[in-house]
């Protein structure tokens, strides 16, 4: 499997979130909203596979959002920060309940709603947004996951309570997990040498 990064600078999230934003403006109507991918990825912990499957009744309006995980089979009920539920409830406004909340242009025909996108149409278009923010390293589904991780720490220090969010086993998974112990390598890293003294 390969390793994905964080998006680790909150400017080039910005950058991120207009590029989303100038997609949704331009799309056609019923397009899958970028921008909302960004805002439920960034800001829930779950991964990509788990909340494309949202309705809208299961986001809009909601303080917080439940759901059985479909990597570990567990119940999940994850807070929607004040911020998000805002962005969500301005994104899906309109929609009817019904209606996935991120939902493709294929049509199911046994209930006549659009079927959600698929993880891969989700890693295209984070890809996309990165790749158009000019991000080299590597993206990909886990990256949005990642990400709220990677800032979740740096903003509290808080690593038992990240560890129980993502349901990790112990605190090393979860530095790993979300690029810390990586970044601290390469720090130090950068202090060390062992050239000459002209070197």
């Not at 390969?2 to 600078?9: E, F, G, M, T, Y």
């Not at 109507?29 to 439920?40: A, F, M, N």
């Not at 899906?92 to 991120?102: D, K, M, Q, V």
């Amino acid at each position: 499997m390969k390793v994905v990064q964080p998006i680790r600078n909150p400017e080039v999230l910005e950058v991120c979130y207009d590029i989303a934003r100038a997609h949704d403006r331009r799309a056609r109507k019923g397009s899958v909203s970028w921008e909302l991918i960004l805002v439920v990825g960034l800001n829930t912990s779950l991964r990509v596979s788990d909340f494309t499957r949202f309705r809208v009744r299961d986001l809009r309006g909601r303080e917080y959002a439940q759901l059985q995980t479909k990597k570990t089979g567990k119940e999940a009920r994850i807070l929607i920060n004040p911020a998000a539920r805002k962005e969500i409830n301005r994104l899906l406004s309109g929609r009817p309940t019904e209606e996935y909340a991120f939902q493709s242009r294929e049509r199911d025909p046994s209930t006549k709603l659009m079927r959600p996108i698929t993880r891969q149409r989700a890693y295209q278009i984070i890809n996309r947004i990165a790749r158009q923010a000019g991000i080299e390293e590597r993206i990909g589904c886990h990256t949005l996951r990642k990400t709220f991780g990677y800032h979740y720490y740096k903003m509290t220090g808080d690593v038992v309570s990240l560890q129980r969010i993502l349901g990790h086993s112990n605190r090393r998974d979860t530095l790993v997990y979300i690029g810390v112990i990586q970044e601290e390598i390469d720090e130090s890293l950068k202090k060390f040498k062992l050239v000459g003294r002209r070197g």
